[in-house]
C-alpha cells in the first residue's frame, strides 16, 4: 500500500503560479511511475502530467504543455507539480497518482494509487 499526500493547492490570480507537491509514504516509493491529474466540476478526471521512476521521462497534456513542469525527487520520495501562466480554466481538483511499473500514466484505469487530491483556483 502506498500513500500519497498532495500539497500546494490555493487561490492564485491568472497568470500567476503554484507548485504542488506530493508526499509518498508505505511500501517502497521504487519504482513507481508518478502522475497529476485534475479534476473540475462536472468533468471527468483527466491526466496532467507523468514522470518515469528515474525522472529521464516525462510526458504533459497538451492544454499544459510549455507552462507545467513535473519533477520528483527519489531519496525524499516526493513528486512536484510547478505551475506556470496559470488560466482560470486550470481550475480544478489536482491529484496525485502512482503506478508501479511502465514508463508513464497517463489513463485513471491504470493508477493504483490517489492521493486525496488539493484544490487550485485561478480567478481572472
Known amino acids: 500500500q502506498v500513500q500519497l499526500v498532495e500539497s500546494g493547492g490555493g487561490l492564485v490570480q491568472a497568470g500567476g503560479s503554484l507548485r504542488l507537491s506530493c508526499a509518498a509514504s508505505?511500501?517502497?516509493?521504487?519504482?513507481?511511475?508518478m502522475g497529476w491529474f485534475r479534476q473540475a466540476p462536472g468533468t471527468e478526471r483527466e491526466f496532467v502530467a507523468t514522470?518515469?521512476?528515474?525522472?529521464?521521462?516525462?510526458y504533459y497534456a497538451d492544454s499544459v504543455k510549455g507552462r507545467f513542469t513535473i519533477s520528483r525527487t527519489n531519496a525524499k520520495n516526493t513528486v512536484y507539480l510547478q505551475m506556470n501562466s496559470l488560466k482560470p480554466d486550470d481550475t480544478a481538483v489536482y491529484y496525485c497518482?502512482?503506478?508501479?511499473?511502465?514508463?508513464?500514466?497517463?489513463?485513471?484505469?491504470?493508477?493504483?494509487?490517489w492521493g486525496q487530491g488539493t484544490q487550485v483556483t485561478v480567478s481572472s
Open positions: 514522470i518515469s521512476w528515474g525522472g529521464e521521462s516525462t
Open positions: 508505505g511500501r517502497t516509493f521504487r519504482g513507481y511511475v
Open positions: 497518482a502512482a503506478t508501479l511499473g511502465g514508463t508513464v500514466v497517463s489513463a485513471v484505469k491504470d493508477v493504483d494509487y
